[in-house]
């Protein structure tokens, strides 16, 4: 089994557990870290199917109370109405504050479980529970917490970082292929931005991490893991430009997703192809070697990424890439890859990003006429 603690100045480390079949001795791993004897598990429809009955089993054996909250499969689950709903259940359990919250499932799950747990009664432990490959290579880990608002994603939010993190590699062998290509997408986003080590030992195993090879899978998760806890311990709550790495390929994919409609494109496929067109944007404005550009782009080939065929209007996606909520200024601010393992934060002017967009959508059209 392999262990890599969260160390953060400040905050009690924890660790993050990865190995298959370790949802079994949760329970006993918690009871190490905590004496409270009760626990509320919050999980999805889609999870509850198939993990509920042995999370719940291991926690009641290891001495636990366990509640349970089910709520809908998916992004809706992430609202102000199911927050609610959460928080009056935790009354009607008389959770205190010892009490443990067990979020069960992706990332959705991890967002909003972690979101009203560390609100209620101003913050009760949370222990992460991730089924899916994103949320145990991603979102499980650094404490970002959040639910969505009409105006937008993720607007409402805290930073609570869990008192443990359990990812049993087993719990993937249920996961549809498009939401194992999102987490695929980034642990090439990790590799690509952590080192040489990680870019090309994850080049010469892609065919078996689409493949799902257990012994590929685990490597990948500790490796993103490692990646991600050292980003967090350097920048916990965003605020001295480390964390800011994790948005590579991001900032073209939030448009992406709105413009082709969201669910079109899985998430996955649109960082994959925010990817693509940061590196290429880096060739043009920071040195960027092209071989790079080659590398990554057959690597996502070969992780079940493929370029997309969006046909979209270059200043409407300019547009939509300024509406996001993280931009500040009439610059757009690009993670770009001066090379493998080094990037920096490149600010450009409309008229540029536009430039680039429309050589890209012509490239894609090219593409499709071949
Ligand atoms: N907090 C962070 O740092 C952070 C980072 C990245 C993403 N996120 C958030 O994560 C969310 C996306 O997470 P996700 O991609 O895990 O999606 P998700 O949680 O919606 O899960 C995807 C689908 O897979 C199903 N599922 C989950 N585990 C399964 C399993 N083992 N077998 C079969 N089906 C399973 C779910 O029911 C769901 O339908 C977004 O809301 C995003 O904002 C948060």
């Known amino acids: 089994m392999a262990k890599v603690v969260v160390d953060i100045a400040g905050k009690r480390p924890y660790d ?9 001795n949760l329970g006993e791993a ?14 999805d429809l889609e999870v509850a199917k198939h993990y509920l009955n042995a999370t719940k089993a291991s926690l009641e054996d290891a001495g636990y109370h366990c509640s349970v909250i089910t709520v ?49 009664m101003r913050g009760l432990p949370v222990v992460q529970v991730p089924t899916t490959l994103l949320s145990m290579v ?41 939401e194992w290509a999102c987490g695929c ?39 993103s893991v490692v990646f991600k806890a050292q980003v967090v311990a350097a920048d916990e709550q965003e605020t001295k ?36 067109f940061a590196a290429r944007l880096g060739v043009a404005c920071c040195g960027t070697p092209l071989a790079l550009v080659e590398t990554q782009d057959h690597l996502l080939d070969e992780l079940g990424l493929p370029a997309l065929d969006l046909q979209a209007d270059p200043e ?17 601010r690009f993670v770009l890859p001066r090379d493998v393992g080094d990037w920096e934060v490149v600010s450009l002017e409309p008229d540029v990003v536009l430039e680039h967009l429309r050589a890209w959508q012509q490239s894609l059209s090219c593409a499709d006429q071949a």
Request: proline share 2%; net charge negative; hydrophobic share 40%.
């Open 16 to 24: 993050v557990r990865v190995a298959p079949g370790i949802l079994q």
């Open 30 to 43: 918690l009871r190490r870290l905590d004496r409270n004897p009760k626990a509320l598990i919050i999980t």
């Open 72 to 120: 809908p499969s998916g992004e809706e689950a992430k609202s102000v109405e199911c927050a609610a709903e959460i928080w009056n259940a935790m009354a009607d359990c008389k959770l205190n504050r010892d009490s443990l919250v067990v979020a069960l499932g992706g990332g959705v799950i991890g967002d909003l479980a972690g979101f009203t747990g560390s609100t209620f």
């Open 138 to 178: 991603d979102s499980s880990v650094g404490g970002k917490t959040a639910i969505n608002l009409e105006a937008g994603k993720n607007l409402v939010g805290t930073f609570c970082q869990p008192l443990y993190v359990c990812a049993d590699i087993e719990t993937l062998q249920t996961l549809p292929e498009r």
């Open 185 to 223: 997408a980034e642990i090439a986003k990790s590799a690509l931005i952590d080192s040489d080590d990680f870019f090309f030992w994850l080049c010469e195993h892609a065919d078996q991490l689409a493949a799902r090879n257990a012994d590929v899978v685990q490597e990948a998760v500790v490796k």
């Open 241 to 276: 430009g480390v964390r800011e790495c994790l948005n590579y390929g991001h900032t073209l994919a939030h448009a992406i997703e709105t413009e082709a409609g969201y669910g079109v494109y899985s998430h996955g496929a649109a960082v994959a192809e925010g990817m693509r």
């Open 316 to 332: 409407r996606l300019l547009d939509l890439m300024f509406s996001d909520k993280k931009v500040r200024s009439n610059t757009l």
